[in-house]
């Protein structure tokens, strides 16, 4: 058994405010949580504002940390709490990040630019904790006790989503927060790239997805790397997920705008077996 839970929510730029508070305003950071025998396996999946907090829980116990963090790409979304991640500021602690290259440029010196002193007055450099950053490429790796299989999905630059099953064996679920499963956009992914997506994605227990737009809104903003609601459900049905778990929230939807789209959404699903739900901060899902 394992346990996910959702330090972020929102897509693009944190929203906080009264009119987010019940879906929550801090972008994309999952924890996932698997006790061994020896403590507790630590993933995180992105490092979005919702980082921080999780990083002031990691720290509160006085024990040292020993995290993997699994990046699905360097947008400032998916990165930007990282320079406010409590565990880096601490000797003992050990981090290691994995993520893919973008367009030839090292994942470290990206990291590194987002701390440079331009922009931020603490360098990467004079962090206390060991840290280790490592390339990974669409494929199948071991990491944190799971089985994790990395696929390039249609967002700019070198985006994947993930497939978790612990090793062992026991219940998956795959994590796509940025993808346009529309027409739009060009992206370097191969012509059966669909049908790659839908086999990715085969029988998961849980699939958190992109669900940004609305339908119109998609039609305003084809080609910028993301999904409508009713887009997000098609593609659970067609993979016979069991829950899809809306996600990546738009900025500009409040409470209520994401309200109705998950009653759309479920009403879109019925028949189909899929449960849906929308990514809260502070969910969990125990799997
Ligand atoms: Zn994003
Ligand atoms: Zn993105």
Redesign the pocket.
């Known amino acids: 058994m394992y346990r996910v839970t959702f330090w972020g929510t929102r897509g693009s730029i944190p929203t906080p405010g009264a009119g987010t508070s019940r879906y929550g305003g801090n972008t994309p950071a999952l924890e996932v949580r698997y006790e061994t025998s020896n403590g507790a396996e630590v993933l995180i999946l992105d490092a979005g504002t919702g980082v921080r907090a999780l990083g002031q829980q990691l720290s509160s116990n006085g024990k040292p940390v020993s995290v993997d963090l699994l990046v699905s ?1 360097t ?1 400032w ?2 990165i930007q709490g990282l320079p406010f991640f409590r565990p880096f500021f601490e000797p003992g602690n050990a981090i290691r990040i994995w993520g893919a290259r973008q367009g030839g440029i090292d994942l470290e010196e990206i990291l590194r630019n987002q701390m440079s002193p331009v922009v931020f007055p603490v360098p990467l450099d004079s962090l206390a904790a060991e840290l280790v950053v490592n390339h990974i490429e669409p494929g199948a790796f071991e990491l944190a006790g799971f089985q994790v299989r990395a696929m390039q999905v249609r ?2 630059g070198m ?1 994947l989503a993930f497939r978790l099953t612990p090793v062992g064996g026991g219940a998956s679920f795959a994590y796509a927060p ?1 993808n346009e499963l529309g027409s739009g956009g060009d992206y370097d992914v191969p012509a059966s790239w669909r049908e790659d997506f839908v086999e990715f994605l085969s029988g998961a227990d849980v699939l958190i997805h992109d669900a940004m737009y609305t339908s119109d809104e998609l039609e305003r903003y084809r080609g910028w ?1 993301h999904s409508s609601n009713l887009e997000a459900i098609e593609i659970a049905t067609e993979a016979g997920v069991k829950q899809l778990v809306m996600f990546h929230h738009r900025p500009e939807h409040d409470d209520d705008q994401v309200d109705i789209m998950v009653q759309e959404t479920q009403e879109a699903a019925a028949g189909s077996g899929v449960d849906v739900v929308a990514a809260h901060e502070g969910m969990e899902i125990t799997l």
């Open positions: 790409h947008h979304d998916h967002h700019p985006t940025d790397g």
